[in-house]
Nanobody, 124 residues
Framework: VQLQASGGGLVQAGGSLRLSCAASGRLLGTYVMGWFRQAPGKEREFVAGITRGGGRTFLSDSVKGRFTISHDGAKNIVFLQMNSLKPEDTAVYYC??????????????????WGQGTQVTVSS
């Protein structure tokens, strides 16, 4: 299984970005796709997760109300829509896959596959 993340960039505070993560390879049964982020000098933190088909989602308190996670089950793509971005959202964002899930877990060690990361920079 491979994960390919895209969509990062530079945006002003209050702006929006949409990240995408495409999963390729053999995906059977249940799984959870998640997003984590890591800012310089900080530990990687959970941002959002979604079960296959989008039945269940979970977002961290720090992004709730501003970020939305969605999933195209037919194409195995997960999206992270980020609105009202703040400078503290600046980080490298990683998508990850937890097989078989089936519940959204917020701890990175449960995720088996990781994308390469995409930089998000929010200027003040």
């Amino acid at each position: 299984v491979q994960l390919q993340a895209s969509g990062g960039g530079l945006v002003q505070a209050g702006g929006s970005l949409r990240l995408s993560c495409a999963a390729s390879g053999r995906l059977l049964g249940t799984y959870v796709m998640g997003w984590f982020r890591q800012a310089p000098g900080k530990e990687r933190e959970f941002v959002a997760g979604i079960t296959r088909g989008g039945g269940r989602t979970f977002l961290s308190d720090s992004v709730k109300g501003r970020f939305t996670i969605s999933h195209d089950g037919a194409k195995n793509i997960v999206f992270l829509q980020m609105n009202s971005l703040k400078p503290e959202d600046t980080a490298v964002y990683y998508c990850a896959l937890d097989t078989p899930g089936p519940v959204v877990r917020t701890v990175s060690r449960f995720y088996d596959y990781w994308g390469q990361g995409t930089q998000v920079t929010v200027s003040s």
